[in-house]
């Protein structure tokens, strides 16, 4: 740092010391962000042709963990996955402002049901993803697991938070 800095000139040097300071300060941000909501975990199940596949799942309940979602994530493990469950039913809008990995996003309605599948999402994208019909929560799983599992609209997903849950 000293002999780039060496070049330049007294207000040069603060000002890429300000910008250095800023993006340390803004990351470290991020990172305590990332630190400050607490998920619950569970597992659930998703029922295709192929058979039933087992997911751990973080749950996004509240609105500060919905906002949080996995932004700031490197990696996600081939089972896991974060299981967004809203009030109720409605058309969800997402996207993937600050989150580094591609997802796909299974649209899950109120009995379990998929009603929509948006695959492959683009990482860092503002552009809206948003569900066909109305749906309680979205499963966001590593890109191109609904293509390898061969999870597909009409497809049942179990968990406690789905009416199709308790019906058995």
């Known amino acids: 740092m000293m002999m780039f800095a060496a070049g330049l000139t ?8 300000g910008t250095l300071l800023a993006a340390a300060l803004a990351s470290n941000a991020a990172a305590q962000t990332q630190r ?10 998703i029922e295709t042709s192929s058979g039933a596949h087992r997911f751990n799942v973080e749950l996004a309940r509240t609105p ?19 299981l967004f469950v809203y009030p109720a039913p409605y058309r969800i809008s997402m996207w993937m402002k600050n ?14 049901r998929v ?17 066909s019909e ?29 009416a199709s849950a308790r019906a058995k």
Do not use: C, W
């Open 64 to 82: 500060a963990q919905q906002s949080q979602g996995l932004m700031y994530r490197r990696k996600l493990a081939p089972d896991a996955g974060m």
């Open 134 to 162: 109305p749906a309680l929560a979205v499963l966001e799983v590593n890109a191109g697991t609904a293509s390898r599992l061969d999870i597909r609209k009409g497809d049942i997903v179990r968990h406690a938070a789905f």
């Open 99 to 112: 989150t580094l990995i591609p997802l796909d996003m299974v649209f899950i309605g109120a009995d379990g």
């Open 10 to 17: 007294s207000a040069g040097t603060a000002a890429l010391v």
């Open 115 to 131: 009603v929509d599948i948006a695959q492959r999402t683009v990482p860092l994208s503002l552009q809206p993803i948003s569900s």
């Open 36 to 45: 400050a909501v607490a998920f619950d975990r569970d597992t659930l199940a």
